[in-house]
């Protein structure tokens, strides 16, 4: 192509090939269709969804699974405000992505233009970064800078908006950015930080260290720094907060620490502002200069031993390192450890009727016998009664879940994406059924892009979560307009193409599952449930098992 007939659309292709980025999850739209035919040259694959949140989404998954945004491509306008809800869920997930959206032309702002919109404005709240591209020499540092602060200190989501005009420009050249423009230099713990911190913890009889989502898939760091150290490390990504069940009977064992460190985690709502652990003394390392300061606001300055501005990662690699000699084995880590493993032994025993519909639990049972047959597997899981049922039943090396948000929707994208991130690893995703019908499309685009995975519905024709405060709150005469049909997802997902297993007893659900897996294709096992409320495991006095509605 000659020189001068490089457009910003060009520019801006280049720039993401030259961030390393391969792939786009886009849904297309007149303001973008240059940039398609500009992936065409820098080698950018397209994964067309049927739903800008979903490229979202997805754009999301990839985030979280390799550490690099993941790149949203949408349309102008509606396609646009489409996707904004879907950042959201990786903002608070902290999860590195760059959302691009095409735009009303830069000539034509404030005169009614076509889908024109405020879309910088529109996804500020949502975003560590929002602007609009001015230039299309410049594309390029723009591209630079929002994949630099997506992943930069607490990592998130970057939107930039490319105005029609900017894209279809002509320049002879495009502004030079250097590879390190990319990336933002990382802020380590001193050796004396480091230090200072360990001797805190060294003083406590029952220390803890807590890690947020953005370390939520450093399984194997988190495990050695607590064996560097010899202090449990528990990672805390869920919008149920103490009361996740993947972290069994935590909350029991929280209450008694009397240090903890926040290695990245921030006192939240889902810590209960600090409350969670009343006598505790605490250490913050934050990446983030405001997230220190509303933790200093949260705790109160006198409960705070050191508040430190530091990468949470690389600060866990310099406290492994600069830990002398561990803590010997301890009773505390051991107690911490089973605390976390506990689930009612009760659990084992359910079963449902012959006839069906199944108890959650026996959902969760064959599910982890299937993600089990792979240490590569990707576990996906949504929120609603059946997510909390299947997280606390099912675990897997590598988990995405819908995250501190609480939003409900993402488990289909990411179960795409996951694929597309780790072509070789099975796939399984749990979702209940309301859920299901957020991104059910995507099944044909999973067909489309042959990417298998399976997907394992909780079908209790209920958006349950609600139906049970109801329950509790207003009475089970007052429980309305929470209820679906029992419908046939696996039928829908057939005729787009993928695999469907409709399962209304439990002796059917393994061959169902087995059948799934083994079909190829982007599969719907369609499980009929009971409706219960999400598990609470505690320990004492009796360990729950929800009751059925
Ligand atoms: C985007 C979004 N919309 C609505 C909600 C509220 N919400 C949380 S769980 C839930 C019900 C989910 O139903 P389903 O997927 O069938 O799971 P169930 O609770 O029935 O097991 C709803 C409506 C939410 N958290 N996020």
Redesign the pocket.
């Known amino acids: 192509m000659p020189v001068a007939s490089l457009r910003g659309a060009d520019v801006l292709a280049r720039a993401l090939a030259q961030g390393g980025v391969r792939r786009l999850f886009s849904l297309s739209g007149n303001h973008i269709m240059s940039v398609y035919d500009a992936a065409l040259d820098a080698r950018l694959a397209i994964t067309h969804v049927r739903h800008e949140g979903a490229a979202v989404h997805m754009a999301d998954a990839w985030g979280r699974l390799t550490g690099e945004p993941g790149i949203a491509l949408l349309t102008g306008g509606p396609g646009h405000a489409n996707g904004v809800?879907a950042l959201y869920t990786a903002l608070a997930a902290e999860s590195p992505l760059v959302m691009l959206s095409g735009a009303a032309p830069l000539a034509e702002t404030g005169r009614g233009s076509f889908q024109e919109l405020p879309q910088a404005e529109l996804a500020a709240p949502v975003a560590k970064a929002s602007w609009t591209a001015r230039r299309a020499a410049t594309l390029g540092e723009d591209i630079a800078r929002a994949m630099r602060i997506a992943r930069s200190g607490r990592p998130g989501p970057v939107h930039v908006s490319l105005p029609f005009d900017v894209l279809e420009d002509k320049v002879e050249r495009a502004a030079a950015v250097a590879d390190d423009e990319y990336l933002s230099p990382i802020q380590a713990l001193s050796d004396a930080q480091a230090d200072a911190a360990l001797e805190e913890i060294a003083r406590a009889k029952r220390p803890l260290v807590l890690v947020g989502p953005m370390l939520a898939n450093a399984r194997a760091m988190r495990e050695r720094l607590a064996q560097a150290i010899g202090v449990p490390v528990v990672c805390m990504e869920s919008p149920r907060g103490i009361n996740d069940g993947s972290l069994g009977a935590f909350a029991d064992v929280l209450k008694q620490a009397d240090f903890i460190l926040l290695l990245g985690k921030q006192p939240d709502f889902s810590l209960r502002f600090g409350a969670a652990a009343a006598g505790a003394r605490y250490g913050v390392i934050d990446p983030d200069a405001g997230a220190l300061e509303r933790g200093r606001g949260t705790l109160g300055a006198d409960r705070i031993a050191f508040a430190v501005l530091a990468d949470p990662a690389a600060s866990a690699q310099a406290l492994a390192s600069r830990a002398g000699a561990r803590r010997g084995p301890s009773a505390w880590m051991d107690e911490v450890e089973a605390a976390v493993r506990y689930r009612p032994p009760q659990w084992a025993g359910i079963a449902s009727g012959p006839a069906g519909p199944l108890h959650?639990a026996e959902v969760g049972r064959a599910a982890r016998a299937l993600v089990e047959r792979s240490p590569d597997a990707v576990l996906v899981i949504?929120?609603?009664?059946?997510?909390q049922w299947a997280q606390a039943c099912v675990s897997a090396p590598t988990r995405l879940i819908?995250g501190i948000a609480?939003?409900?929707?993402s488990a289909i994208p990411f179960a795409l994406a996951a694929r597309v991130a780790r072509p070789g690893a099975p796939v399984v995703a749990m979702?209940?059924?309301?859920?299901?019908g957020?991104h059910m499309a995507e099944f044909d685009t999973a067909a489309r892009e042959h990417l298998p995975f399976v997907a394992i519905v909780?079908?209790?024709a209920?958006?349950?979560?609600?139906?049970?405060i109801q329950l509790r709150a207003y009475g089970r005469d007052r429980a309305h307009g929470?209820e679906?049909l029992p419908a046939r997802y696996d039928l829908a997902v057939a005729a787009l193409g993928g695999h469907g297993e409709h399962v209304t007893c439990a002796a059917d659900l393994p061959g169902a599952l087995a059948r799934a897996a083994a079909s190829g294709k982007p599969a719907c096992v369609n499980v009929m449930i009971e409706?219960h409320a999400a598990p609470v495991v505690a320990r004492a006095p009796a360990p729950g098992v929800g009751a059925a509605h």
């Open positions: 809800g959650p949504d929120g609603g009664e059946y997510g819908n609480g939003s409900i929707g979702l209940g059924d309301g859920t299901f957020f909780g079908n209790d209920c958006w349950n979560a609600e139906h049970q929470c679906l409706r």
